[in-house]
Nanobody, 115 residues
Framework: QVHLVESGGGLVQPGGSLRLSCAASGMLYSRYNMTWYRQAPGKQRELVAT???????TYVDSAKGRFTISRDNAKRTAYLQMNNLRPEDTAIYYC?????????WGQGTQVTVSS
């Protein structure tokens, strides 16, 4: 079965950095588009960044210049490097893998940005 395992979340002060990882198994990973979403308390889930199978990336405006999404197909892992973190980045971050009609989600990892 398809399984996505996220890691790298935690507590960081404003201006700090974190790198989230999403390790995938049970699928032909290289065919999938990988996306990071986030959801803060009381807010709707928001798309943060996407990297398609060919490597092209897109970002939500608030993440541009601060976040970088990448993937290592050999390691079957997607990453989200987050720099210059702000309190408003606080959320649960979820990894999603999508190909055609197939869509899978990780369990989420908590990111808290606070002084």
């Amino acid at each position: 079965q398809v399984h996505l395992v996220e890691s790298g979340g935690g507590l960081v002060q404003p201006g700090g950095s974190l790198r989230l990882s999403c390790a995938a198994s049970g699928m032909l990973y290289s065919r999938y588009n990988m996306t990071w979403y986030r959801q803060a308390p009381g807010k709707q889930r928001e798309l943060v960044a996407t990297i398609i199978s060919g490597g092209t990336t897109t970002y939500v405006d608030s993440a541009k210049g601060r976040f970088t999404i990448s993937r290592d197909n050999a390691k079957r892992t997607a990453y989200l490097q987050m720099n210059n973190l702000r309190p408003e980045d606080t959320a649960i971050y979820y990894c999603n893998a999508n190909f055609a009609h197939l869509s899978y989600w990780g369990q989420g990892t908590q990111v808290t940005v606070s002084s």
